[in-house]
Protein backbone atom coordinates (compact mmCIF):
# COMPACT_ATOMS: atom_id res chain seq x y z
CA UNK A 1 0.00 0.00 0.00
CA UNK A 2 2.54 2.41 0.89
CA UNK A 3 4.69 1.91 -2.83
CA UNK A 4 0.95 2.67 -4.20
CA UNK A 5 0.54 5.96 -2.31
CA UNK A 6 4.28 6.70 -3.70
CA UNK A 7 3.52 6.02 -7.18
CA UNK A 8 0.74 8.74 -6.92
CA UNK A 9 2.13 12.11 -9.01
CA UNK A 10 2.83 14.50 -5.96
CA UNK A 11 1.01 17.29 -8.27
CA UNK A 12 -2.28 15.72 -7.99
CA UNK A 13 -4.70 16.80 -5.61
CA UNK A 14 -6.24 14.58 -3.59
CA UNK A 15 -10.08 13.44 -4.41
CA UNK A 16 -11.92 14.92 -1.73
CA UNK A 17 -9.89 18.16 -2.00
CA UNK A 18 -10.45 19.65 -5.33
CA UNK A 19 -12.47 22.90 -5.51
CA UNK A 20 -14.72 24.02 -7.47
CA UNK A 21 -15.21 27.30 -9.13
CA UNK A 22 -18.07 29.59 -7.58
CA UNK A 23 -20.46 31.09 -10.14
CA UNK A 24 -18.60 34.31 -10.57
CA UNK A 25 -15.38 32.19 -12.07
CA UNK A 26 -17.29 30.19 -14.72
CA UNK A 27 -14.56 30.09 -17.76
CA UNK A 28 -14.24 32.68 -20.13
CA UNK A 29 -14.01 32.76 -23.77
CA UNK A 30 -12.75 35.98 -24.10
CA UNK A 31 -8.77 35.03 -24.29
CA UNK A 32 -9.75 32.94 -27.37
CA UNK A 33 -9.51 29.86 -25.49
CA UNK A 34 -12.87 28.78 -24.91
CA UNK A 35 -14.18 25.04 -23.49
CA UNK A 36 -15.66 22.77 -26.20
CA UNK A 37 -18.91 21.58 -26.30
CA UNK A 38 -19.72 18.73 -23.15
CA UNK A 39 -16.74 20.54 -21.42
CA UNK A 40 -16.72 23.17 -18.57
CA UNK A 41 -18.49 23.68 -15.04
CA UNK A 42 -21.64 25.30 -15.39
CA UNK A 43 -23.27 27.35 -12.65
CA UNK A 44 -24.66 25.88 -10.02
CA UNK A 45 -28.06 24.51 -9.71
CA UNK A 46 -30.53 26.52 -7.36
CA UNK A 47 -33.97 24.23 -8.05
CA UNK A 48 -35.89 21.26 -9.27
CA UNK A 49 -39.37 20.29 -11.03
CA UNK A 50 -40.42 17.15 -10.80
CA UNK A 51 -37.05 15.94 -10.64
CA UNK A 52 -35.60 18.13 -13.50
CA UNK A 53 -32.85 19.91 -12.73
CA UNK A 54 -33.23 24.15 -13.36
CA UNK A 55 -30.63 26.60 -13.47
CA UNK A 56 -30.92 30.25 -12.55
CA UNK A 57 -32.29 32.32 -15.19
CA UNK A 58 -30.79 34.45 -18.14
CA UNK A 59 -32.78 37.37 -19.21
CA UNK A 60 -33.71 37.82 -22.60
CA UNK A 61 -31.09 40.15 -24.43
CA UNK A 62 -32.32 41.82 -27.25
CA UNK A 63 -29.16 43.30 -29.32
CA UNK A 64 -27.01 40.57 -28.24
CA UNK A 65 -27.93 36.91 -27.80
CA UNK A 66 -25.23 35.88 -24.80
CA UNK A 67 -23.03 37.84 -22.98
CA UNK A 68 -19.19 38.43 -23.25
CA UNK A 69 -19.17 35.14 -21.06
CA UNK A 70 -21.55 32.64 -22.62
CA UNK A 71 -20.32 31.20 -26.22
CA UNK A 72 -22.98 31.42 -28.59
CA UNK A 73 -24.77 27.89 -28.83
CA UNK A 74 -24.30 27.15 -33.02
CA UNK A 75 -24.87 23.70 -33.75
CA UNK A 76 -26.05 20.46 -31.65
CA UNK A 77 -23.39 18.44 -30.88
CA UNK A 78 -22.73 15.22 -32.87
CA UNK A 79 -25.47 15.74 -35.00
CA UNK A 80 -25.53 16.90 -38.35
CA UNK A 81 -21.89 18.45 -38.47
CA UNK A 82 -20.03 14.75 -38.99
CA UNK A 83 -18.41 15.54 -35.65
CA UNK A 84 -18.74 13.63 -32.04
CA UNK A 85 -19.39 15.60 -29.15
CA UNK A 86 -17.08 17.88 -27.99
CA UNK A 87 -15.14 18.20 -31.51
CA UNK A 88 -16.20 20.93 -32.79
CA UNK A 89 -13.28 22.34 -34.81
CA UNK A 90 -13.34 25.12 -37.77
CA UNK A 91 -15.27 28.23 -38.17
CA UNK A 92 -18.73 28.09 -36.07
CA UNK A 93 -20.05 30.91 -38.14
CA UNK A 94 -20.35 28.45 -41.19
CA UNK A 95 -21.93 25.62 -38.99
CA UNK A 96 -25.99 25.40 -40.07
CA UNK A 97 -27.77 23.95 -36.65
CA UNK A 98 -29.67 20.73 -37.75
CA UNK A 99 -32.45 18.88 -35.60
CA UNK A 100 -33.10 16.27 -37.96
CA UNK A 101 -33.09 13.90 -34.65
CA UNK A 102 -35.84 15.14 -33.63
CA UNK A 103 -35.79 17.56 -29.97
CA UNK A 104 -32.48 16.76 -29.24
CA UNK A 105 -31.08 20.23 -29.86
CA UNK A 106 -33.63 21.98 -27.67
CA UNK A 107 -30.90 20.68 -25.16
CA UNK A 108 -28.21 23.28 -25.96
CA UNK A 109 -29.83 26.33 -26.10
CA UNK A 110 -32.05 28.36 -23.31
CA UNK A 111 -33.63 30.90 -26.09
CA UNK A 112 -36.31 30.69 -28.71
CA UNK A 113 -37.61 33.69 -31.22
CA UNK A 114 -40.22 32.81 -32.84
CA UNK A 115 -41.10 34.81 -36.01
CA UNK A 116 -44.77 34.88 -37.94
CA UNK A 117 -44.89 35.17 -41.78
CA UNK A 118 -47.02 38.49 -42.94
CA UNK A 119 -49.36 37.36 -45.23
CA UNK A 120 -49.97 40.12 -47.48
CA UNK A 121 -53.14 38.53 -48.91
CA UNK A 122 -54.64 38.84 -45.29
CA UNK A 123 -53.30 41.77 -44.47
CA UNK A 124 -55.20 43.84 -47.54
CA UNK A 125 -58.40 41.84 -47.57
CA UNK A 126 -58.82 40.23 -43.83
CA UNK A 127 -59.29 37.42 -45.05
CA UNK A 128 -57.82 34.73 -42.61
CA UNK A 129 -55.38 32.26 -43.85
CA UNK A 130 -53.23 29.50 -42.63
CA UNK A 131 -50.47 30.78 -40.04
CA UNK A 132 -47.01 29.83 -40.83
CA UNK A 133 -43.91 30.65 -38.22
CA UNK A 134 -39.83 30.49 -38.15
CA UNK A 135 -38.52 29.39 -35.35
CA UNK A 136 -34.92 30.27 -34.96
CA UNK A 137 -32.27 30.30 -32.29
CA UNK A 138 -30.30 33.10 -30.60
CA UNK A 139 -28.48 33.98 -33.56
CA UNK A 140 -31.20 34.18 -36.07
CA UNK A 141 -30.44 30.69 -37.63
CA UNK A 142 -33.62 28.43 -38.22
CA UNK A 143 -34.48 25.69 -36.64
CA UNK A 144 -37.95 24.75 -36.71
CA UNK A 145 -41.39 25.91 -38.88
CA UNK A 146 -44.94 25.74 -38.15
CA UNK A 147 -47.88 25.64 -39.88
CA UNK A 148 -51.31 25.82 -38.69
CA UNK A 149 -53.84 22.98 -40.08
CA UNK A 150 -57.40 24.06 -39.95
CA UNK A 151 -59.81 24.60 -42.81
CA UNK A 152 -61.64 28.04 -44.14
CA UNK A 153 -64.58 28.49 -42.19
CA UNK A 154 -62.70 27.23 -38.87
CA UNK A 155 -60.26 30.24 -39.41
CA UNK A 156 -62.90 33.33 -40.61
CA UNK A 157 -65.98 32.16 -38.81
CA UNK A 158 -64.67 30.91 -35.16
CA UNK A 159 -63.14 33.62 -32.78
CA UNK A 160 -61.68 31.15 -30.52
CA UNK A 161 -60.75 28.85 -33.11
CA UNK A 162 -59.40 25.44 -32.62
CA UNK A 163 -56.33 24.39 -34.56
CA UNK A 164 -53.80 21.68 -35.19
CA UNK A 165 -49.94 23.18 -35.65
CA UNK A 166 -47.46 20.89 -36.87
CA UNK A 167 -43.49 21.60 -36.39
CA UNK A 168 -41.08 20.30 -39.00
CA UNK A 169 -37.37 19.89 -38.59
CA UNK A 170 -35.24 22.46 -40.27
CA UNK A 171 -34.73 20.34 -43.25
CA UNK A 172 -37.88 19.18 -43.49
CA UNK A 173 -37.49 15.58 -43.02
CA UNK A 174 -40.14 14.69 -39.94
CA UNK A 175 -42.87 16.48 -37.95
CA UNK A 176 -41.27 16.35 -34.59
CA UNK A 177 -43.63 18.28 -33.01
CA UNK A 178 -47.48 18.26 -33.18
CA UNK A 179 -49.73 20.67 -31.21
CA UNK A 180 -53.94 20.33 -30.80
CA UNK A 181 -56.09 23.23 -29.61
CA UNK A 182 -59.46 22.04 -28.85
CA UNK A 183 -62.66 24.60 -29.06
CA UNK A 184 -62.28 26.49 -25.84
CA UNK A 185 -63.67 29.66 -24.38
CA UNK A 186 -62.47 32.37 -22.54
CA UNK A 187 -65.64 33.85 -20.70
CA UNK A 188 -65.38 33.98 -16.78
CA UNK A 189 -68.70 32.89 -17.19
CA UNK A 190 -67.65 29.38 -18.43
CA UNK A 191 -64.73 28.26 -16.12
CA UNK A 192 -66.03 24.50 -17.21
CA UNK A 193 -64.43 25.27 -20.92
CA UNK A 194 -61.47 26.82 -20.68
CA UNK A 195 -58.54 27.09 -23.47
CA UNK A 196 -56.14 24.66 -23.18
CA UNK A 197 -53.31 22.80 -25.54
CA UNK A 198 -51.63 19.40 -25.95
CA UNK A 199 -48.51 19.26 -27.12
CA UNK A 200 -47.17 15.60 -28.76
CA UNK A 201 -43.65 14.69 -29.51
CA UNK A 202 -43.13 12.51 -32.34
CA UNK A 203 -47.00 12.82 -33.62
CA UNK A 204 -48.93 10.79 -31.24
CA UNK A 205 -46.87 10.30 -28.34
CA UNK A 206 -48.30 13.29 -25.89
CA UNK A 207 -45.33 14.65 -23.83
CA UNK A 208 -47.23 17.27 -22.01
CA UNK A 209 -50.41 19.84 -22.14
CA UNK A 210 -51.36 23.41 -21.32
CA UNK A 211 -54.10 24.01 -19.76
CA UNK A 212 -56.14 27.57 -18.68
CA UNK A 213 -56.95 28.02 -14.72
CA UNK A 214 -60.47 30.20 -14.19
CA UNK A 215 -59.20 33.81 -13.68
CA UNK A 216 -60.76 37.27 -13.69
CA UNK A 217 -57.99 39.99 -13.96
CA UNK A 218 -54.97 38.22 -15.13
CA UNK A 219 -54.66 34.76 -16.95
CA UNK A 220 -52.71 31.73 -15.64
CA UNK A 221 -52.16 28.80 -16.96
CA UNK A 222 -51.00 25.20 -15.83
CA UNK A 223 -48.31 22.85 -17.34
CA UNK A 224 -48.58 19.60 -17.31
CA UNK A 225 -46.29 16.80 -17.72
CA UNK A 226 -46.69 13.57 -20.01
CA UNK A 227 -47.91 11.49 -16.55
CA UNK A 228 -50.61 15.01 -15.92
CA UNK A 229 -48.84 16.30 -12.99
CA UNK A 230 -48.53 19.77 -12.34
CA UNK A 231 -44.97 21.14 -12.98
CA UNK A 232 -44.79 24.89 -13.82
CA UNK A 233 -47.26 27.83 -14.19
CA UNK A 234 -47.66 30.43 -16.63
CA UNK A 235 -48.57 34.00 -15.35
CA UNK A 236 -49.93 36.34 -17.51
CA UNK A 237 -50.10 40.43 -17.08
CA UNK A 238 -52.96 42.68 -16.42
CA UNK A 239 -52.79 44.31 -19.50
CA UNK A 240 -52.25 43.25 -22.84
CA UNK A 241 -50.84 46.57 -24.58
CA UNK A 242 -47.96 45.94 -26.79
CA UNK A 243 -47.21 49.67 -28.08
CA UNK A 244 -43.13 50.13 -27.36
CA UNK A 245 -42.81 47.41 -25.27
CA UNK A 246 -42.97 43.82 -24.55
CA UNK A 247 -45.59 41.66 -23.30
CA UNK A 248 -43.90 39.61 -20.68
CA UNK A 249 -45.75 35.98 -19.51
CA UNK A 250 -43.57 34.45 -16.79
CA UNK A 251 -43.22 30.68 -16.38
CA UNK A 252 -42.77 30.72 -12.42
CA UNK A 253 -42.15 26.69 -10.36
CA UNK A 254 -44.34 25.55 -7.60
CA UNK A 255 -42.72 27.23 -5.63
CA UNK A 256 -43.37 30.94 -7.07
CA UNK A 257 -39.88 31.38 -8.62
CA UNK A 258 -39.18 32.66 -12.11
CA UNK A 259 -37.54 30.26 -13.81
CA UNK A 260 -38.63 30.73 -17.68
CA UNK A 261 -40.27 33.95 -19.67
CA UNK A 262 -42.62 33.89 -22.50
CA UNK A 263 -42.38 37.14 -24.00
CA UNK A 264 -44.84 38.87 -26.96
CA UNK A 265 -42.06 41.68 -28.38
CA UNK A 266 -42.81 44.97 -30.01
CA UNK A 267 -41.95 44.61 -33.96
CA UNK A 268 -42.60 47.33 -35.52
CA UNK A 269 -45.84 50.07 -36.01
CA UNK A 270 -46.60 49.18 -39.58
CA UNK A 271 -45.96 45.45 -38.94
CA UNK A 272 -48.43 45.77 -35.41
CA UNK A 273 -50.98 47.93 -36.79
CA UNK A 274 -51.56 46.46 -40.31
CA UNK A 275 -50.90 42.72 -39.86
CA UNK A 276 -51.49 40.18 -37.08
CA UNK A 277 -47.80 38.35 -37.88
CA UNK A 278 -46.08 38.57 -34.13
CA UNK A 279 -43.09 37.66 -32.66
CA UNK A 280 -42.35 35.95 -29.68
CA UNK A 281 -39.33 35.45 -27.35
CA UNK A 282 -38.80 32.76 -25.34
CA UNK A 283 -36.21 31.96 -22.54
CA UNK A 284 -35.87 28.99 -20.32
CA UNK A 285 -33.00 27.36 -18.55
CA UNK A 286 -30.77 25.51 -20.60
CA UNK A 287 -30.74 22.01 -18.47
CA UNK A 288 -34.65 22.15 -18.59
CA UNK A 289 -35.91 18.99 -19.61
CA UNK A 290 -36.30 18.95 -23.35
CA UNK A 291 -40.30 17.93 -23.01
CA UNK A 292 -40.81 20.75 -20.92
CA UNK A 293 -38.93 23.43 -23.57
CA UNK A 294 -41.32 21.42 -26.18
CA UNK A 295 -44.24 22.26 -24.02
CA UNK A 296 -43.46 25.79 -23.75
CA UNK A 297 -42.80 26.46 -27.09
CA UNK A 298 -46.89 24.82 -27.74
CA UNK A 299 -47.71 27.39 -24.61
CA UNK A 300 -46.50 30.68 -26.97
CA UNK A 301 -48.91 29.25 -29.73
CA UNK A 302 -51.79 29.02 -27.56
CA UNK A 303 -51.11 32.78 -25.88
CA UNK A 304 -51.08 34.00 -29.75
CA UNK A 305 -54.08 32.94 -30.26
CA UNK A 306 -55.40 33.59 -27.54
CA UNK A 307 -54.58 37.20 -26.85
CA UNK A 308 -53.14 38.26 -30.06
CA UNK A 309 -54.22 36.76 -32.91
CA UNK A 310 -57.86 37.20 -31.69
CA UNK A 311 -57.02 41.10 -31.34
CA UNK A 312 -56.05 41.60 -34.54
CA UNK A 313 -58.83 40.12 -36.61
CA UNK A 314 -61.45 42.64 -34.27
CA UNK A 315 -59.45 45.07 -35.71
CA UNK A 316 -59.70 44.35 -39.30
CA UNK A 317 -63.40 43.54 -39.04
CA UNK A 318 -64.01 46.96 -37.38
CA UNK A 319 -61.76 48.77 -40.30
CA UNK A 320 -63.83 46.58 -42.85
CA UNK A 321 -67.06 48.04 -41.08
CA UNK A 322 -66.14 51.79 -40.70
CA UNK A 323 -65.36 51.47 -44.65
CA UNK A 324 -68.59 49.92 -45.24
CA UNK A 325 -70.49 52.67 -43.40
CA UNK A 326 -68.29 55.24 -45.25
CA UNK A 327 -69.21 53.54 -48.42
CA UNK A 328 -73.22 53.53 -47.99
CA UNK A 329 -73.36 57.72 -46.63
CA UNK A 330 -71.38 58.32 -50.15
CA UNK A 331 -74.62 56.29 -51.92
CA UNK A 332 -77.14 57.90 -49.67
CA UNK A 333 -75.63 61.35 -50.71
CA UNK A 334 -75.52 60.03 -54.03
CA UNK A 335 -79.13 59.22 -54.04
CA UNK A 336 -80.54 62.70 -52.76
CA UNK A 337 -78.73 64.48 -55.37
CA UNK A 338 -81.29 65.06 -57.70
CA UNK A 339 -79.69 66.49 -60.93
CA UNK A 340 -76.64 63.64 -60.72
CA UNK A 341 -79.53 61.62 -60.78
CA UNK A 342 -80.80 62.70 -63.78
CA UNK A 343 -77.86 63.24 -65.61
CA UNK A 344 -76.99 59.43 -64.45
CA UNK A 345 -80.16 58.41 -66.47
CA UNK A 346 -79.13 60.11 -69.68
CA UNK A 347 -75.78 58.32 -69.45
CA UNK A 348 -77.89 54.71 -68.82
CA UNK A 349 -79.70 55.72 -71.70
CA UNK A 350 -76.51 56.12 -73.91
CA UNK A 351 -74.80 52.63 -72.58
CA UNK A 352 -78.00 51.46 -73.50
CA UNK A 353 -78.14 52.15 -77.61
CA UNK A 354 -73.89 51.24 -77.03
CA UNK A 355 -75.19 47.66 -75.73
CA UNK A 356 -77.18 47.01 -78.47
CA UNK A 357 -74.93 47.81 -81.10
CA UNK A 358 -72.40 45.32 -79.14
CA UNK A 359 -74.45 43.03 -78.90
CA UNK A 360 -76.00 43.29 -82.52
CA UNK A 361 -72.00 42.81 -83.53
CA UNK A 362 -71.29 40.07 -80.77
CA UNK A 363 -73.78 38.40 -82.20
CA UNK A 364 -72.77 38.29 -85.90
CA UNK A 365 -69.39 37.30 -85.07
CA UNK A 366 -70.21 34.39 -83.08
CA UNK A 367 -71.92 32.70 -86.19
CA UNK A 368 -68.34 33.62 -87.85
CA UNK A 369 -66.40 32.00 -85.40
CA UNK A 370 -68.59 28.97 -85.32
CA UNK A 371 -68.84 28.56 -89.13
CA UNK A 372 -65.21 29.30 -89.59
CA UNK A 373 -62.97 26.01 -90.99
CA UNK A 374 -59.52 27.73 -89.62
CA UNK A 375 -60.98 27.70 -86.57
CA UNK A 376 -62.33 24.31 -86.41
CA UNK A 377 -58.89 23.46 -87.47
CA UNK A 378 -56.93 25.27 -84.58
CA UNK A 379 -59.05 23.69 -82.43
CA UNK A 380 -60.32 26.76 -81.19
CA UNK A 381 -64.00 27.11 -79.39
CA UNK A 382 -66.03 29.93 -78.17
CA UNK A 383 -69.52 29.91 -75.85
CA UNK A 384 -71.81 31.60 -74.31
CA UNK A 385 -72.08 32.22 -70.42
CA UNK A 386 -75.17 32.57 -68.98
CA UNK A 387 -76.75 33.08 -71.83
CA UNK A 388 -75.19 36.73 -71.79
CA UNK A 389 -73.38 38.07 -75.46
CA UNK A 390 -71.40 40.21 -73.19
CA UNK A 391 -69.32 37.54 -70.94
CA UNK A 392 -68.15 34.75 -73.52
CA UNK A 393 -65.57 31.42 -72.67
CA UNK A 394 -62.74 30.38 -75.20
CA UNK A 395 -60.81 27.73 -75.46
CA UNK A 396 -57.64 27.46 -77.71
CA UNK A 397 -55.29 24.32 -78.02
CA UNK A 398 -51.58 24.27 -77.30
CA UNK A 399 -50.03 24.76 -80.67
CA UNK A 400 -47.77 21.67 -81.95
CA UNK A 401 -44.03 21.64 -80.83
CA UNK A 402 -44.34 24.43 -78.03
CA UNK A 403 -44.16 23.14 -74.62
CA UNK A 404 -47.86 24.03 -74.27
CA UNK A 405 -48.42 21.11 -77.28
CA UNK A 406 -51.47 18.70 -75.73
CA UNK A 407 -52.88 21.32 -72.99
CA UNK A 408 -56.60 22.97 -73.06
CA UNK A 409 -56.88 26.60 -72.09
CA UNK A 410 -59.85 28.08 -71.22
CA UNK A 411 -60.55 32.27 -71.67
CA UNK A 412 -62.45 34.78 -70.30
CA UNK A 413 -63.72 36.99 -72.29
CA UNK A 414 -66.03 39.93 -71.60
CA UNK A 415 -66.87 42.23 -74.31
CA UNK A 416 -67.51 45.86 -73.28
CA UNK A 417 -70.98 48.26 -74.31
CA UNK A 418 -68.44 50.74 -76.22
CA UNK A 419 -67.87 47.07 -78.65
CA UNK A 420 -66.41 47.09 -81.10
CA UNK A 421 -64.57 50.72 -80.67
CA UNK A 422 -63.06 49.94 -77.70
CA UNK A 423 -61.31 45.96 -77.59
CA UNK A 424 -62.74 43.44 -75.56
CA UNK A 425 -60.81 42.34 -71.80
CA UNK A 426 -59.41 38.71 -72.18
CA UNK A 427 -57.66 36.61 -69.73
CA UNK A 428 -56.56 33.29 -69.34
CA UNK A 429 -58.61 31.39 -66.62
CA UNK A 430 -56.14 27.98 -66.73
CA UNK A 431 -52.99 28.48 -65.14
CA UNK A 432 -49.93 28.80 -67.64
CA UNK A 433 -46.09 29.47 -67.80
CA UNK A 434 -45.59 32.28 -70.40
CA UNK A 435 -44.04 35.28 -70.49
CA UNK A 436 -46.39 37.21 -71.94
CA UNK A 437 -49.34 35.66 -69.28
CA UNK A 438 -49.52 36.46 -65.81
CA UNK A 439 -48.87 33.42 -63.98
CA UNK A 440 -50.94 34.88 -60.83
CA UNK A 441 -54.17 36.48 -62.77
CA UNK A 442 -53.74 35.36 -66.31
CA UNK A 443 -53.35 39.06 -68.11
CA UNK A 444 -51.96 39.07 -71.31
CA UNK A 445 -49.94 41.13 -73.06
CA UNK A 446 -51.27 41.90 -76.52
CA UNK A 447 -51.19 44.88 -78.35
CA UNK A 448 -54.31 44.27 -80.21
CA UNK A 449 -55.87 44.10 -76.74
CA UNK A 450 -54.20 47.42 -76.10
CA UNK A 451 -53.46 50.30 -78.35
CA UNK A 452 -53.16 48.46 -81.89
CA UNK A 453 -57.00 47.68 -81.36
CA UNK A 454 -58.88 48.61 -84.71
CA UNK A 455 -63.03 48.54 -85.20
CA UNK A 456 -62.31 46.08 -87.89
CA UNK A 457 -60.87 43.35 -85.72
CA UNK A 458 -63.10 40.41 -84.94
CA UNK A 459 -63.75 38.21 -82.02
CA UNK A 460 -62.32 35.52 -84.21
CA UNK A 461 -59.14 37.52 -84.74
CA UNK A 462 -58.48 38.09 -80.99
CA UNK A 463 -58.63 33.73 -80.65
CA UNK A 464 -56.15 33.15 -83.39
CA UNK A 465 -53.69 35.99 -82.04
CA UNK A 466 -53.43 34.53 -78.67
CA UNK A 467 -53.01 30.82 -79.97
CA UNK A 468 -49.91 32.41 -82.01
CA UNK A 469 -48.90 34.12 -79.36
CA UNK A 470 -48.09 31.17 -77.35
CA UNK A 471 -45.88 29.84 -80.09
CA UNK A 472 -44.05 32.92 -80.19
CA UNK A 473 -43.36 34.24 -76.84
CA UNK A 474 -42.18 38.03 -76.75
CA UNK A 475 -39.66 38.63 -73.55
CA UNK A 476 -38.93 41.61 -74.20
CA UNK A 477 -42.46 42.90 -74.05
CA UNK A 478 -43.41 40.54 -70.77
CA UNK A 479 -46.53 40.66 -68.73
CA UNK A 480 -44.71 38.04 -65.90
CA UNK A 481 -41.26 39.34 -65.17
CA UNK A 482 -40.04 35.76 -63.53
CA UNK A 483 -40.92 33.75 -66.05
CA UNK A 484 -39.06 36.10 -69.35
CA UNK A 485 -36.07 36.50 -66.73
CA UNK A 486 -36.02 32.25 -67.01
CA UNK A 487 -37.08 32.72 -70.43
CA UNK A 488 -34.03 34.42 -71.39
CA UNK A 489 -31.44 32.91 -68.86
CA UNK A 490 -32.69 29.49 -68.49
CA UNK A 491 -34.39 27.97 -71.35
CA UNK A 492 -33.91 24.74 -70.46
CA UNK A 493 -35.81 25.59 -66.97
CA UNK A 494 -38.42 27.91 -68.72
CA UNK A 495 -39.50 24.62 -71.23
CA UNK A 496 -39.63 21.99 -68.67
CA UNK A 497 -41.80 24.48 -66.04
CA UNK A 498 -44.19 25.33 -69.21
CA UNK A 499 -44.52 21.74 -69.57
CA UNK A 500 -44.92 21.07 -65.86
CA UNK A 501 -47.66 23.69 -65.51
CA UNK A 502 -49.56 22.53 -68.71
CA UNK A 503 -49.53 19.10 -67.49
CA UNK A 504 -50.96 20.13 -64.07
CA UNK A 505 -53.65 22.92 -65.07
CA UNK A 506 -54.69 22.31 -68.88
CA UNK A 507 -54.25 18.66 -69.14
CA UNK A 508 -50.46 18.20 -71.19
CA UNK A 509 -49.25 15.03 -71.58
CA UNK A 510 -45.62 15.51 -70.09
CA UNK A 511 -44.95 14.19 -66.46
CA UNK A 512 -41.57 15.22 -64.28
CA UNK A 513 -41.87 13.26 -61.42
CA UNK A 514 -39.17 15.18 -59.43
CA UNK A 515 -41.03 18.36 -59.37
CA UNK A 516 -44.03 16.25 -58.06
CA UNK A 517 -41.92 15.05 -55.45
CA UNK A 518 -40.83 18.55 -54.15
CA UNK A 519 -44.28 19.90 -54.54
CA UNK A 520 -45.56 16.79 -52.98
CA UNK A 521 -42.60 17.89 -49.73
CA UNK A 522 -43.98 21.26 -49.75
CA UNK A 523 -47.63 20.05 -49.24
CA UNK A 524 -46.55 17.40 -46.08
CA UNK A 525 -46.22 21.07 -44.71
CA UNK A 526 -49.31 22.38 -44.98
CA UNK A 527 -48.44 24.87 -47.89
CA UNK A 528 -51.13 24.63 -51.11
CA UNK A 529 -50.13 23.11 -54.17
CA UNK A 530 -50.84 25.71 -56.40
CA UNK A 531 -48.44 28.05 -53.89
CA UNK A 532 -45.89 25.06 -53.56
CA UNK A 533 -45.74 25.02 -57.58
CA UNK A 534 -45.30 29.01 -58.13
CA UNK A 535 -42.59 29.24 -55.37
CA UNK A 536 -40.79 26.35 -57.06
CA UNK A 537 -41.11 27.74 -60.25
CA UNK A 538 -39.86 31.21 -59.67
CA UNK A 539 -37.31 29.18 -58.02
CA UNK A 540 -36.09 27.16 -60.49
CA UNK A 541 -37.08 24.24 -58.61
CA UNK A 542 -34.76 24.97 -55.97
CA UNK A 543 -36.25 23.05 -52.60
CA UNK A 544 -34.08 24.70 -50.37
CA UNK A 545 -34.77 28.45 -51.16
CA UNK A 546 -38.45 27.74 -52.51
CA UNK A 547 -38.86 27.06 -48.46
CA UNK A 548 -36.82 30.18 -47.07
CA UNK A 549 -39.34 32.27 -49.57
CA UNK A 550 -42.35 30.87 -48.09
CA UNK A 551 -41.25 31.01 -44.03
CA UNK A 552 -38.65 34.14 -44.29
Known amino acids: MEAMRQLRSPKEPPMNSMSVPSSGEVPSCEDGNANPVGVGISKPLVDTIKGYPVEQLHPLVGSSPWSPKQLPIVTQPGIGTGMARGELTGNWKNVVPSSTSGLEYLKIIDQLLVKQRVEFFEAITGF ?10 ALGQKV ?56 SAPPGNVIGSIQEEWSICRPSFRILNRSGDLVLRIQGPMCFCSICCNVDFNVVNLDGESVGRIS ?20 FPKNMDVDLKAVLLGATFLIDFMFFEKANNNRNREENGEEERRRKENGERRTGNREQNREEKRVGNRRTIMANMAVSRIKREFKEVMRSEEIVQCSIKIELVNDSWTELRGEIAGPPDTPYEGGKFVLEIKVPETYPFNPPKVRFITRIWHPNISSV ?84 MGIDEHEAR ?6 NWNLEKATEGLFS
Not at 441 to 449: H, M, P, V
Not at 534 to 539: C, F, I, R
Open 128 to 137: ETNNRYSIQN
Open 144 to 199: FYAVEDTNCCTRNCCPERPFHMKVFDNYLKEEVIHLHRPLGCSSVCFPCCLHSIEI
Open 264 to 283: KQWSGLGREFLTDADMFGIT
Open 441 to 524: TGAICLDILKDNWAAAMTLRTVLLSLQALLAAAEPDDPQDAVVAYQFKDKYDLFLLTAKHWTNAYAGGPHTFPDCDSKIQRLKD
Open 534 to 539: AVLSKE
